[in-house]
Structure formats: structure tokens, C-alpha cells
């Protein structure tokens, strides 16, 4: 896998594997396989749950679980992989810049190992850090289940930040008669899931499309909070209540209930958008958070620049509101 950014000249490349390594490339050196033998081996013939990404290792052969018994494995993290869903039926409320200064404020301020999941077929958090899909992208994952984690997951030139890039290829999910909708919703769960057993990272984070695909469902399901970026407007607030009833749609179907909380984003100071906002705080089906994000061009150019605004312009009225909001998030994180 490789990934390229460029600003000011700097380009970086990377093809190393996981900070981690996987359980798959050590269960094949106990098993005296190689990792492609062991791939060749599971997609032709053995036995698995097509729905769960992690099963589909080498760490499955018999004489691994053996000697898994009796070795002793490395001691996990105390803390639990959180996950995330930045979620708005609407465009232009800002849900890729939430997530992508989420995710580097998380790596680099608070010391967390982030993945970033763009479930966006524009791939605007991939163009936002300066990654591009390479062999494997988000779409990947919900190709039958057969793709490795490890295959899809880049680095990015920011420490401790990884991401699953997306491309058109993602918008083509919703339209394929074939694909079995309800494994489907599982696959960020699959994900997840994967994750947390080989203790890959501390938190997970989606940036989601503005529609209620497959791919937007599937992250909700698999998360413990859901974030909806608001910009303060008549047609933002009317539209409230219907994704605040979608969103708890996907609560029914029997998964975990989710915290959904909303932040006041592209906010300035007008009549309009004071009045927006207190209508919001007092109306609105969810709850609000009370930091809320200034707007100012440093987010635009930032999104030129390839860089999260937190590092394009840490002292923008922006990059100081998220570092604030994300101090808020961490007393429930």
C-alpha cells in the first residue's frame, strides 16, 4: 500500500504494513505458511462466516488456536476502541471537516491511534489529509467480505493517523442487486470487530455521505456515537427531526443505542444565526453541544492545502473552536 501528499514540496510515500502486525502474519509463521498460501487457502475452501472480517485469517488453522493457548499473547490496551459517525443528510455542513480535524486533533493533541473511514464515494476526507486510493479502497470491504483490513487501511503523513480511503467505486454499493443488504450493514461492524481484537487502534472514525446509503447505515450501526454537524438555517433545522428518526431507526434494529449529540458548525456572528441557534438549543430532538465552530476562510484554504485546519492555521478562529470542542467530547470519550 502507498499513499502520496504533497504541500510545500514535502511528498511522502509509505508501504509499511500496520504499526501492529497482524494476527494473520504471525499465525502464518506458527503455521509454517505463507501469507498468500494462507489467502489462496480461505477464499477456495475453508469454512467461514462470511459476515466477519476477522475470521478470515490464518489465525483460524487448527494448530494455531493450539499454540494460541498455550503462548502468551501481547497485553492489550486499557482502552476500548471507540467509534464514531459524523452524520448530516445535508451538504456543506462541514461533516468532512469535523471528522478530519476530529481525527487529528485526537492523534496528535490526546495521543490516540485514529483510523479515519471515509464512507464518502466523493472521497473528500482521502483529498482532504492528501491520500488517494491505491489497490484497495472502502468499496473493498463490502465486496463479499473478502478483503483484509490490512489492504485497505493507508498512511498518512500525520503520526498515529491512518485512514480507508474512498472512491466512486463506494456509490456503486446501493445499486448492486446481488449484495445481501443485511451483511452489508454488518461490515463496519465486521470491521470493528477486527480491529478490537488485535488492538489496532483507539478510535475509529466515519465520515459519512449526505444520504442514508449503505454504506452511512452501516457505519451507525457499528458506532458508539453518532455527531451531526448543524449549520444554523431554516432548512438545516427542519431537516432535524427527520435524520434524528433515521438515526433511531437503526437503533431498533436490536444494536447498541448510540449517543447522538449535534455541534453548531460554519457559525458567525448575525441575527439570523443567533436566532437559528436558539431555536436548535431549544427544539432540537438531539442534543447539542456547547462549543460551536466559527466560520472563517482558513477552513478553505486548509482543504487546498491538504491539511487539517488544526495545522494549517492553528490560531484560526476554527482550529481553536474544534481543539475546544474535542476538549468537550473527551469528558464523555
Excluded at 122 to 138: E, F, L, R
Excluded at 260 to 289: K, M, Y
Excluded at 304 to 313: E, F, H, K, N
Aim: proline share 5%; net charge positive; glycine share 4%.
Amino acid at each position: 500500500m502507498r499513499h502520496a501528499a504533497s504541500f510545500g514540496g514535502i511528498r511522502a510515500a509509505s508501504t509499511k504494513r500496520l504499526r501492529y502486525p497482524a494476527p494473520a502474519y504471525s499465525a502464518c509463521r506458527i503455521a509454517i505458511v505463507k501469507p498468500s498460501t494462507q489467502r489462496t487457502a480461505t477464499h477456495a475452501a475453508w469454512p467461514t462466516r462470511k459476515s466477519s472480517l476477522h475470521r478470515r485469517t490464518a489465525a483460524d488453522r487448527p494448530e494455531v488456536r493450539a499454540q494460541r493457548k498455550t503462548t502468551k499473547t501481547r497485553k492489550r490496551s486499557e482502552n476500548i476502541l471507540k467509534t464514531i459517525s459524523i452524520v448530516n443528510l445535508k451538504g456543506g455542513v462541514g461533516k468532512t471537516v469535523t471528522a478530519v480535524n476530529l481525527a487529528g486533533i485526537l492523534a496528535a493533541d490526546y495521543g490516540k491511534r485514529v483510523l479515519l473511514v471515509d464512507s464518502d464515494p466523493q472521497g473528500d476526507a482521502s483529498q482532504y489529509i492528501g491520500v488517494v486510493p491505491d489497490a484497495c479502497s472502502t468499496a473493498d470491504l463490502f465486496d463479499g467480505g473478502t478483503a483484509y483490513y490490512e489492504d485497505v487501511i493507508q498512511h498518512t503523513i500525520y503520526r498515529d493517523l491512518d485512514i480507508v480511503p474512498s472512491d466512486m467505486q463506494l456509490a456503486s454499493v446501493d445499486l448492486d442487486a446481488d449484495i445481501d443488504r443485511k451483511q452489508a450493514v454488518r461490515v463496519y461492524a465486521d470491521l470493528r470487530d477486527a480491529l478490537v481484537e488485535d488492538d489496532a487502534y483507539d478510535v475509529m472514525i466515519f465520515d459519512c455521505p449526505p444520504s442514508f446509503s449503505l454504506p452511512c447505515i452501516s457505519a451507525i450501526a457499528a458506532s458508539d456515537m453518532v455527531f451531526v454537524p448543524i449549520k444554523p438555517g431554516a432548512f438545516e433545522m427542519a431537516g432535524m427531526r427527520l435524520l434524528a428518526d433515521q438515526i433511531a431507526s437503526v437503533q431498533s434494529t436490536g444494536l447498541a443505542k448510540r449517543s447522538v449529540r449535534g455541534l453548531l458548525t460554519i457559525w458567525h456572528n448575525a441575527d439570523a444565526t443567533r436566532q437559528s441557534e436558539d431555536w436548535l438549543r431549544e427544539h432540537s430532538p438531539i442534543q447539542l453541544f456547547t462549543q460551536k465552530i466559527r466560520r472563517t476562510d482558513k477552513v478553505t484554504e486548509s482543504t487546498y492545502a491538504a491539511q487539517p485546519v488544526t495545522r494549517w492555521s492553528p490560531t484560526s478562529a476554527a482550529a481553536r473552536d474544534y481543539r475546544a470542542w474535542v476538549e468537550e467530547l473527551m469528558e464523555v470519550l
